[in-house]
């Protein structure tokens, strides 16, 4: 019988308990303070009491970080995998969201909370007909503790402060996606290699130019990628997720980007080294966007449309799943047929004139701590270029394989962190292999990340044969991480293990009297 046909038949309702809806600590303090890493947790497991909490499968941990803090992630599916390798085994889009890489940017962690909520509510159900989705809601859980109200003070609130953009060990995590020195990229790499992801999302926060969007937005930097994977990002999937933001939660959203020049002449964005986490994921062969909330929005505000924007997002991922499954499937095909290049000389592609929505902010004291920024509500547009793209001057096929005799052992364990698969010589080979000699070996004076950066000048010479012992270690460029390999290990690379020092001891430059050698070959044939 059902409940209205009970009601006319006189029987007393039963009074059925209704779970408390958990609040975020943003939620429950309007808006003045932002989670630690232990609201989270008790957030987390608070799920569990609602109606559709089996939809997320929470993972007790993909990782430590370097304080011991566990590192939380929850898939979600309608039924989620039982685990990470598991949700390669289904037909289904598989998404990755990274929250709060930098310990005070941390509308990413709020907002994926909420959306862990809608699921675990029922909300959203549509999406995961089609897609498995993995929600890493406080990657720097170090640096996010570290609040203080002296950490990002231009930031527009939570007026509790924030936390510290690094993590315990002083490392930019968003900074370590080549050399993998912090346990927790260590850990975030080997989770998205287990899992896969078709699309990887970074969820920041950013402050810099006066201008009038929500959030701003980027798809992989990288010009080593797969190119039908990069045109499908800039042509058709962010254009939707921006219609929609505005059709849908009247949010702008646009390129990320800064002004340059006064009065402002371009909109230029940021890097495309793959030291950075969504430039990185391109060179696997996969989507990836950043997401940057405007700092200068209320805290409320900037929570509100980074989980809009991740909504959307996957709203227009779940529309077009089989293209993307396709694209990355022929991005991994490229690659083994060996139509992939190693990219260099790379600078800033001219772009194209166009319009940005300008908003100049106003400035409120701090008292004992500096100014805060608050974003102006009227805006006018400006005509300026818009470079958002980078290209590179070379390019060259990727050789058959790279060769290193007696490869040190950080090297190694790198490679094997990246997934990046490798061989060793069982006997004694005659291989015909290519030289790289440097003419010039470039030691930055400054310290970054706790590295002097190295650059290698210098030319491969021609092939010549050359008997290679047993145990040389043989990485073979036909693989799906072939891309990823040849920016490792190629001299050439603009963000190589060379330039984080991995093979500088190792590494000889020509003069004096000294033939110069850099200490990987480049196979031509032999294997």
Sequence with gaps: MSLPSLLLAGFPLLSLPVPEIPRTTPERSGYTRTSTSAEVEAFLD???????????????????????RSIRAVLVGNPPPEGLAQGRGDDKLR????????????????????????????????????????????????????IARKNRVT?????????????????????????????????????????????????????????????????SLAT???????????????????RAMLAHHGMRVFDYGNLVGDPPTEWVTYDPRPRFGTNYIGLRGRFSILSEAYSYLPFEERILVTRAFVLECLRAAAVHAEQMQRLCAEADAAVRDGQAELRWGTHLAPGVEGQVLLAPWSEIPVPGLGVRRVAGQEWHPARVKVRVAFESESSAPLPDAYALVDPPEECLENLRLHGVACERLAEPRVLLVRTFRPSEVLRAKRPFQGH???????????????????????????????????????????????TWNFLEERTRSAGEGEVGEYPVLWVVKGL
């Design 46 to 68: 608070a799920l569990g009491s609602l109606p559709h909490a089996d939809r997320l499968r929470p993972l007790p941990e993909i990782g430590r970080t370097a304080e011991g």
């Design 95 to 146: 998404v990755l969201i990274n929250a709060n890489i930098h310990g005070g940017e941390v509308e990413g962690k709020e907002a994926v909370q909420m959306l862990l909520r809608e699921f675990a509510l029922g909300e959203h159900a549509e999406l995961l007909e089609g897609c498995d989705l993995l929600f890493i809601p406080l990657f720097n859980a170090d640096g996010n503790d570290r």
């Design 155 to 219: 930031q527009n609130g939570p007026s509790e402060g924030v936390g510290e953009r690094a993590g315990a060990h002083g490392l930019d995590l968003n900074r370590d996606f080549i050399k993998l020195e912090s346990p927790e990229c260590r850990a975030l790499v080997a989770a998205t290699a287990e899992f896969d992801p078709h699309l990887w999302m970074d969820l920041h926060t950013t402050n810099g130019s006066p201008h009038a969007y929500h959030l701003t937005y980027a798809p």
């Design 224 to 242: 080593g990628i797969d190119p039908a994977i990069d045109s499908f990002a800039r042509e058709n999937l962010l254009p939707e997720v921006r």
């Design 452 to 498: 002097h950066e190295l650059e290698v000048v210098g030319r491969w010479e021609e092939g010549r044969e050359r008997s290679l012992p047993a145990g040389t270690l043989i990485v073979r460029t036909r693989q799906p991480l072939g891309r990823l390999a040849a920016t490792l290990l190629d001299p050439r690379s603009e963000d190589s293990l060379s």
